[in-house]
């Protein structure tokens, strides 16, 4: 890995290491059913905080390069249209259909600019993970070794976050999500080195595409 962009997000997100490995040992002696719990919410803040932040800065990465549009995959394109496909949920107007279209032509006519819009729906689980892995053209089949402790990490904290007093994780399964989110945040770094270093976000073998306005 020697892209810059790589470095900057492992600087970005070094102290996220730091942090989980304190999780492991219980440096103040709290109770250890007490901690555990407490230790949960944590570690699925760091796993969405390292998953929003990575992405963000591939986003800056993307903007720096003032790419055209008529020379990136599609689902690029709908990314760069972002919020504007809310106007068509419902039954549309004809006046949003105009406004619509005018921003999808508008969009194939200046450089694209991608807003740093990550929406992990506040509940970054494996179905969530699949959508980000979609929207950049991830594979989504490296976490698959990874993927239930990350759904078991997302409902346990959804559980204790709801006042839930039952939820009594031991320091085995502690350490065993920790491991599992160290593995899905190194993968996610390697999807998105292997996104950058190939130039995925280029169309590949094709004729750039055009948007034909007229004859």
Known sequence: MTHNLIDEIQAE???RDGELATFKVNPQKVDGSL???MCLPMIYAHWEGYVVSSLKLLIDYLNSLKLNPSEVPTNLIVL???TKYN???GKQSFDQKVVFTDS???IFQKKISFKKDIDTKSNLNSNVLKELCTVFGFNFESFKGVIGDIDRIVMFRNRIAHGENSILPDSENI???????????DLLLTEIDNFVSNE???????EPRCLKLCG
């Open 13 to 15: 997100n070094n102290w």
């Open 175 to 185: 350490e065993k999500y920790i491991v599992s989110i160290t593995q899905a945040t």
């Open 87 to 89: 106007s068509l949920s």
């Open 80 to 82: 760069g249209l972002g």
């Open 35 to 37: 901690w555990n719990r």
């Open 104 to 106: 999808f032509i508008e």
């Open 200 to 206: 995925n976000f280029r169309l590949k073998n094709q």
